[in-house]
């Protein structure tokens, strides 16, 4: 069995920062792309970044030059670095992995959410 935990989330102010973690544990044998997804109140869910095993990263036109992802793979771990918030940035934040686990088989984990909050 495999769990992502995420920890991080919390109320800010506008233009304040904050850091993300997310830990994968449990039966692996591989990590492929691991990103980081939020859902604000009566929206959908939405692409913040993601990051490909060897480092290769992708970012949603809305936080380009702000929020930076980041891995450790000897962790099993994924960060989001969030600088310059603003309340649009407001919303439970998701961490995602695809894992190669044990027996071999490749599977999308979500983690549990954590709340950002970001006061004006």
């Known amino acids: 069995q495999v769990q992502l935990v995420e920890s991080g989330g919390g109320l800010v102010q506008t233009g304040g920062s904050l850091r993300l973690s997310c830990a994968a544990s449990?039966?692996?044998?591989?990590?492929?792309?691991m990103g980081w997804y939020r859902q604000a109140p009566r929206k959908q869910r939405e692409l913040v970044a993601t990051i490909t095993s060897s480092g290769s990263t992708n970012y949603a036109d809305s936080v380009k030059g702000r929020f930076t992802i980041s891995r450790d793979n000897a962790k099993n771990t994924v960060y989001l670095q969030m600088n310059s918030m603003s309340p649009e940035d407001t919303a439970v934040y998701y961490c995602?992995?695809?894992?190669?686990?044990?027996?071999?088989?490749?599977?999308?984990?979500w983690g549990q959410g954590t709340q950002v909050t970001v006061s004006s």
């Open positions: 995602n992995a695809e894992i190669l686990g044990y027996p071999l088989s490749t599977t999308d984990y």
């Open positions: 449990g039966s692996i044998f591989r990590i492929n792309d």
